[in-house]
């Protein structure tokens, strides 16, 4: 049985100009078609003219080979960074769900913030985009890390047990951190 590799197919693809041809091609057919379709600038019943004008222009794009060179520079960048707001709303989303309402208030706002703050620093750390990188004490072993967490979660308990909850007068850090999980998710306020 011969072995499959799947690298072997996309330095295929690239060899006929999959890349270069086809894909930009029907990236702008689908998007000249999809808005001449919403936008009715023809009429109503339209669809062949739209096509038309959409191959057309596809067929115009893909001709130009500088145009193509940028689109495929360009796209792909667009898409890691889609890639990193949509694995940032997820996170938001486990902290912000409606279900689950253990994290609200202060503890809420600063999961947010910390959350936020991780998804720039895996980003950075795991690119050197900009040619930022992590300073080396920044590199923690794990146990240096379980001791930084725990001393956290005791300040938070020790902060938690000697707040008192009728007092009112919240510095204004506490009371925006507070009312972040409100303002992101939506929720009463």
């Known amino acids: ?8 197919v996309v330095t ?12 930009p091609f029907l990236l702008i057919f689908t998007i000249t078609f999809a808005i001449l379709q919403k936008i009715k600038l023809f009429g109503a019943n339209s669809k062949n003219f739209n096509a038309v004008i959409a191959i057309s222009m596809a067929f115009l794009v893909v001709r130009n080979s500088t145009i193509t060179d940028i ?12 890639v990193i707001i949509v694995v940032t709303l997820i996170l938001l989303g486990i902290l912000l769900n409606k279900e689950n ?14 959350t936020l703050i991780g998804v720039a620093i895996a980003f ?14 920044l590199n923690i072993s794990s146990s240096d890390r379980n001791f930084l967490i725990g001393l956290f979660l005791f300040f938070a308990f020790f902060a938690y047990i000697t707040t008192d909850s009728s007092d009112k007068s919240e510095n204004g850090l506490v009371k925006w951190l507070k009312e972040l999980p409100n303002d992101i998710g939506g929720g009463k306020k």
């Open 12 to 23: 295929g693809l690239d060899k006929v100009g999959f890349y270069d041809i086809a894909l």
């Open 71 to 82: 689109m495929n520079q360009f796209l792909p960048k667009i898409s890691l960074i889609s």
């Open 124 to 137: 950075l750390s795991s690119t050197g985009i900009l040619g930022v990188s992590l300073p080396s004490w």
């Open 101 to 114: 309402t253990s994290f609200t208030g202060f503890l809420g706002g600063a999961g947010i913030i910390l």
């Open 1 to 8: 049985m011969a072995d499959f590799n799947f690298q072997s």
